[in-house]
C-alpha cells in the first residue's frame, strides 16, 4: 500500500506557471503507473497525466498537451506535475493517484492541492 501527499498548489495568474509534486509514503513509488487527475468545481474528476513505473512512456489529455508535463524521480519517491501556461480552466483541485499496472484501476489517492488560475 502506498500513501499519497499533493504540494504545490496555488494561486496563480492565466499564463503563469506551477509545479506539483506528489510525495509517496509506504510501499515504493517505483512499484506502481502514476497519473494526475484534475477535479473543477462542480464537475468530475478528470484525466490530465500518466507516467509508467520507470517514466519512459507517458501521456497526457489533449487539452494539456504541450502545456503540462508529469515527470517522476523513483529515487526521491516523487512524482511531478509541471504546468505551464495556465489558463483559468484550468483550475481546481489535482490529485495524485497510482495503480498496479495499466491495466487496472488507480486505488491509491491523495487528498488534492487546490490550483486556481485568474484571469
Known amino acids: 500500500q502506498v500513501q499519497l501527499v499533493e504540494s504545490g498548489g496555488g494561486l496563480v495568474q492565466a499564463g503563469g506557471s506551477l509545479t506539483l509534486s506528489c510525495a509517496a509514503s509506504?510501499?515504493?513509488?517505483?512499484?506502481?503507473?502514476m497519473g494526475w487527475f484534475r477535479q473543477a468545481p462542480g464537475e468530475e474528476r478528470k484525466f490530465v497525466a500518466d507516467i509508467s513505473r520507470s517514466g519512459g512512456s507517458t501521456y497526457a489529455a489533449d487539452s494539456m498537451k504541450g502545456r503540462f508535463t508529469i515527470s517522476r524521480d523513483n529515487a526521491k519517491n516523487t512524482v511531478y506535475l509541471q504546468m505551464n501556461t495556465l489558463k483559468p480552466e484550468d483550475t481546481g483541485v489535482y490529485y495524485c493517484?497510482?495503480?498496479?499496472?495499466?491495466?487496472?484501476?488507480?486505488?491509491?489517492w491523495g487528498q488534492g492541492t487546490q490550483v486556481t488560475v485568474s484571469s
Open positions: 509506504g510501499r515504493t513509488v517505483s512499484s506502481y503507473y
Open positions: 493517484a497510482a495503480r498496479a499496472s495499466s491495466l487496472v484501476q488507480y486505488a491509491y
